[in-house]
């Protein structure tokens, strides 16, 4: 599976904006994904996963109600929908792959990496 995001870009707090992640190989409906991110001199942080089917998500505490993970298994597509974006949601975003039933926050349990795509939310 190889995973390529996009949809980041410069924009002021309190501002949405829509990451996408899409998917090469036949298998991708079968996986989970999450979204992870990565803040200038910080560790790769876990936003959101969904499951395979899409039939359960999610987030973490910080994102909780302003993010949302979705996908479309025909398009081999999942977005990351974000509202209300804080500076401390500057980051470059990263989508991640992991045959798994469960959804998991660590990043050890992803398998597919693809190339970040960066978010950066002015005050």
């Known amino acids: 599976v190889q995973l390529q995001a996009f949809g980041g870009g410069l924009v002021q707090a309190g501002s949405s904006l829509r990451l996408s992640c899409a998917a090469s190989?036949?298998?991708?409906?079968?996986?989970?994904v999450g979204w992870f991110r990565q803040a200038p001199g910080k560790g790769r942080e876990f936003v959101a996963a969904?499951?395979?089917?899409?039939?359960?998500?999610y987030y973490a505490d910080s994102v909780k109600g302003r993010f949302t993970i979705s996908r479309d298994n025909g398009k081999n597509t999942v977005s990351l929908q974000m509202i209300t974006l804080k500076p401390e949601d500057t980051a470059v975003y990263y989508c991640a792959a992991g045959a798994m039933a469960r959804l998991y926050s660590d990043p050890q349990k992803y398998h597919y990496w693809g190339q970040g795509t960066e978010v950066t939310v002015s005050s």
């Open positions: 969904i499951r395979w089917s899409g039939s359960l998500t």
């Open positions: 190989g036949r298998t991708f409906s079968t996986y989970a």
